[in-house]
């Protein structure tokens, strides 16, 4: 019998609109989602939201609030933790213009956006 290779993704602002419908159609492929809100009551919303669907056997909620390093250093944590790998990352979510100071001497400046 072959072995099933489970896969895992992240989908940032997935509470609603698109990411909402990215994360159903990860689940209904068989894919482990990690479904990300900045807002803790609405991402608890949309993930009840899908299992009164029936889809949520593969889905579970994570806060994130992608201007934040340490909220991103926890759900980096959270993801090494309880699956050790992730294949899928759908940045969803959108900053502009943030600058993260990672050491004493060096920053990271992102912008997420085209002209």
């Excluded at 991402?43 to 994130?64: I, N, P, R």
């Excluded at 250093?73 to 790998?85: E, P």
Aim: aromatic share 10%.
């Amino acid at each position: 019998m072959a072995e099933v290779i489970k896969r895992y993704a992240v989908v940032t602002w997935a509470n609603k609109g698109v990411g909402l419908e990215i994360c159903k159609q990860l689940d209904q492929s068989g894919i482990m989602v990690v479904l990300i809100a900045r807002d803790e009551k609405r991402g608890l919303k949309a993930l009840e939201s899908l299992k009164h669907s029936g889809l949520s056997d593969y889905l579970v909620f994570h806060q994130l609030d992608v201007a934040d390093p340490e909220s991103i250093a926890f759900l980096a944590d959270f993801v090494k933790k309880q699956f050790g790998k992730l294949d899928i990352l759908v940045n969803n979510a959108a900053i502009l213009g943030a600058t993260f100071f990672i050491a004493p001497g060096i920053e990271v400046c992102w912008l997420n956006y085209l002209y």
